[in-house]
């Protein structure tokens, strides 16, 4: 079993993306797991436009898709903390959601 541990985690995301520059066109939740190199190279996942938070099912298909699955014994947290200031809107609270993850055996990751 592969013993590697890395952290996902998800948020809703108004304008542009941590991992993604480009404007987005609505509200949309994204997934990434945060691993050595550049930003723009971890595995993401991104949610079609909605604010309706994605599933335990929808998550864990997500993780999939990215190679990935929640580390034995691990459930989502959530936590919120303020917007960046150099959003084009005013600073809101915002809701993050983190795991921690392991690679999927034969997985992509």
């Known amino acids: 079993m592969n013993k590697q541990i890395f952290g996902a985690q998800m948020s809703l995301r108004c ?7 480009a ?10 797991v945060a691993m050595t190199g550049l930003v723009s190279e971890w595995p993401t996942y991104t949610w079609a436009p909605t604010a309706e938070i994605p599933t335990l099912d929808e998550r864990a298909r997500a993780l999939r898709d990215l190679g990935f699955t929640l ?15 150099y959003h084009p809107h005013p600073a809101r609270v915002l809701m993050l959601c983190s795991a921690k993850v392991r690679p999927l055996e034969g997985g992509a990751a």
């Open 15 to 21: 304008c542009s993306t941590t991992t993604s520059p």
């Open 23 to 32: 404007a987005t066109d609505g509200p949309r939740w994204q997934l990434y």
């Open 71 to 85: 580390a034995e014994g691990v459930e989502w947290e959530w936590t919120e903390h303020a917007g960046p200031d």
